[in-house]
């Protein structure tokens, strides 16, 4: 049983930084990706942040480039995002999900958002102005 557990969200003022986590257990595949979407009120689902198991290469949405980071520690199975320069508009509920298993051939990657097919329960993010 494939489990995601997120940690880490909470409320910081607009310029801030958080670091979400996200605890992965109940797999043997050593071929996946990993990834946080988040989904704010009103608002479908969006993927944030990828990133693959075997290479650590990574994807990001564009509004998020250059201020988040995703990383991987696999001795721990746990993924991370780490956010800066923060903005209201990143407010939202964050997940953890993991495409599992993923062989990233014929063009495949881990932005493939809709080829997600865990997920975790979520950690709200509020970004204050």
Same mark, same amino acid.
């Given at each position: 049983?494939?489990?995601?557990? %997120?940690?880490?969200?909470?409320?910081?003022?607009?310029?801030?930084?958080? !670091?979400?986590?996200?605890?992965?257990?109940?797999?043997?595949?050593?071929?996946?990706?990993?990834?946080?979407? /988040?989904?704010?009120?009103?608002? %479908? !689902? %969006?993927?944030?942040?990828?990133?693959?198991? !075997?290479?650590?290469? +990574? /994807?990001?949405?564009?509004?998020?480039?250059? !201020?988040? @980071?995703?990383?991987?520690?696999?001795?721990?199975? @746990?993924?991370?995002?780490?956010?800066?320069?923060?903005?209201? %508009?990143? +407010?939202?509920?964050?997940?953890?999900?993991?495409?599992?298993?993923?062989?990233?051939?014929?063009? @495949? @990657?881990?932005?493939?958002?809709?080829?997600?097919?865990?997920?975790?329960?979520?950690?709200?993010?509020?970004?204050?102005?």
């Amino acid at each position: 049983q494939v489990q995601l557990v %997120e940690s880490g969200g909470g409320s910081v003022q607009a310029g801030g930084s958080l !670091r979400l986590s996200c605890a992965a257990s109940g797999y043997t595949s050593t071929n996946y990706c990993l990834a946080w979407f /988040r989904q704010a009120p009103g608002k %479908e !689902r %969006e993927g944030v942040a990828g990133i693959y198991s !075997r290479s650590g290469s +990574t /994807r990001y949405a564009d509004s998020v480039k250059g !201020r988040f @980071t995703i990383s991987q520690d696999n001795a721990k199975n @746990t993924l991370y995002l780490q956010m800066n320069s923060l903005k209201p %508009e990143d +407010t939202a509920m964050y997940y953890c999900a993991a495409f599992l298993p993923a062989y990233l051939y014929f063009g @495949t @990657t881990c932005g493939d958002w809709n080829r997600y097919n865990y997920w975790g329960q979520g950690t709200q993010v509020t970004i204050s102005s």
